[in-house]
C-alpha cells in the first residue's frame, strides 16, 4: 500500500511512495503540477526535491538570486537576534545557542548553502556530543525561525527545516515521556529538597516548583519580569 504524502508549505512541493523502494517528488511550476519519480530512498527524493523549488522560488521574479551579493548566515544571523532582543523574552538564550552550537556550522555559509544533507551531519554530530534530543531540536527551531525570517527578506529561497525527510526527524524526537517520568509530587516535599539544596540552585528549584517554570524558563528571568505587588511573573 502506497504511503500518505507528506504535505509541505504552499510552494515547498512533497514527496511520496509508490510502491517499495519507489519515491516521487511533486512542485508546482508557472502555474503546473509537476512531477518526477525513480528515487532510491525518502532522502534522495527529498534533496532534489529542494534544489527543484530553491530554483523555481529564486526564479518568481525573472532572475536567479545573485548568490554573492547576499551576506553570510553570521551577518544575518547576527541582526536577526538584535532584532528578537526588543521583541522576545528568550533573546538572550536564542543568541547563547547561536554562538555555543550554530555559529561553528553555519557562519560562514550562504542560506543556499544549507541544506537537509547539511541539517542531518548537524544534528548527528550534536547527538555525539552528548545533547540531548530535546536540546538538538531546539537548535533546528532556532535555524528554522532565522530562515523563515530570511526567507520574508528574500535573502533565502526556502526553509531548508521544512524540508527534513522524516527519518531525520525521526531523531530528535523530545526525549521527555511524562508518564514514565518521576515527579514530586508533595508540597512538603518541595520544601524538603529546597533546604537540601545551596543558593543560589534552591532559589532556582523553589521558582520552578512553585511557579511552574521550565528550567531555562527560570534562568532567563529578570527583576524586569517579576511584578511583586501584582504576585505575577511574565514568561
Request: some cysteine; hydrophobic content about 40%.
Amino acid at each position: 500500500m502506497a504511503r500518505k504524502r507528506r504535505r509541505k508549505p504552499h510552494g515547498q512541493g512533497c514527496v511520496y511512495q509508490r510502491g517499495r523502494g519507489n519515491w516521487w517528488i511533486a512542485w508546482r511550476e508557472a502555474g503546473r503540477r509537476r512531477t518526477k519519480g525513480g528515487y532510491a530512498t525518502e532522502d534522495e527524493a527529498a534533496a532534489v526535491l529542494a534544489k527543484i523549488t530553491a530554483d523555481v522560488r529564486a526564479g518568481w521574479d525573472g532572475m536567479p538570486l545573485a548568490e554573492k551579493e547576499i551576506p553570510s548566515l553570521g551577518e544575518l544571523a547576527d541582526a536577526w537576534l538584535e532584532r528578537r532582543e526588543h521583541t522576545h523574552r528568550s533573546a538572550d538564550e536564542d543568541r547563547y545557542r547561536w554562538d555555543k552550537h550554530l555559529k561553528p556550522w553555519l557562519a560562514k555559509l550562504r542560506p543556499a548553502e544549507v541544506d537537509s544533507a547539511l541539517l542531518r551531519r548537524f544534528i548527528e554530530a550534536k547527538l555525539a556530543e552528548r545533547l540531548s534530543p530535546t536540546t538538538v531540536r531546539l537548535l533546528i527551531l532556532e535555524i528554522s525561525g532565522l530562515f523563515g525570517d530570511l526567507v520574508e527578506q528574500g535573502h533565502a529561497a526556502h526553509n531548508p527545516v521544512r524540508l527534513l525527510p522524516r527519518s531525520t526527524r525521526r531523531l530528535i524526537r523530545p526525549a521527555h515521556d511524562p508518564r514514565t517520568t518521576p515527579f514530586v509530587e508533595r508540597l512538603e516535599d518541595v520544601r524538603r529538597i529546597f533546604l537540601a539544596l545551596d543558593e543560589p540552585i534552591s532559589i532556582a528549584y523553589a521558582i520552578g516548583a512553585l511557579a511552574g517554570l521550565r528550567t531555562g524558563e527560570v534562568l532567563g528571568l529578570k527583576w524586569g519580569h517579576v511584578d511583586l505587588a501584582a504576585r505575577r511573573i511574565h514568561v
